[in-house]
């Protein structure tokens, strides 16, 4: 809203010049926006019960994920909401939880590799670690379909 106002501002200062008026006062100078295109992808721990999970975990998948989300958005969308569910589940123990993480940050390192060069059967090992972790929340099992769709992408 404050960007139309200034708008607006800047334009009728611009008319006032072109008939010889005095210049405004007190206007607020548009400021250009600047989008980036990329998607954040990042897991918030601060003030939470994720904040157990190893931040190092947290930050190599941080890393991985906004690399992955430039060449395979979609792929880069499944991971997160994998990444931020095992994260935040409380039934899950802390152990559980860095192992999950750590097979979905080494299936997100991979996804940034090219396919000849993927390691297909860590992939897989991948995949099932993923999937024994969600096996310990009942609610997460729906996720499982989740992992596959992960998996098929990056074999």
Excluded: C, W
């Amino acid at each position: 809203m404050n960007h139309a106002v200034a708008m607006m501002n800047n334009l009728g200062g611009q008319i006032d010049e072109i008939f010889g008026l005095p210049p405004r006062r007190g206007i607020i100078v548009p400021q250009p926006n600047y989008f980036s295109g990329n998607v954040d992808n990042s897991i918030n721990i601060a003030d939470s019960v994720v904040g157990v999970v190893n931040a190092g975990t947290v930050k190599n998948l941080n890393n991985s994920l906004n690399n992955v989300s430039v060449n395979n958005p979609e792929l880069a969308a499944r991971l997160v909401v994998l990444s931020h569910r095992i994260a935040t589940k409380k039934e899950l123990t802390q152990e559980a939880k860095e192992e999950g993480l750590e097979a979905l940050t080494f299936l997100s390192e991979q996804a940034q590799k090219p396919e000849n060069e993927r390691n297909k059967s860590m992939i897989k090992s991948a995949g099932k670690a993923v999937r024994s972790t969600l096996s310990l929340a009942a609610d997460l099992m729906t996720l499982s379909p989740l992992v596959t769709s992960v998996i098929k992408d990056l074999i």
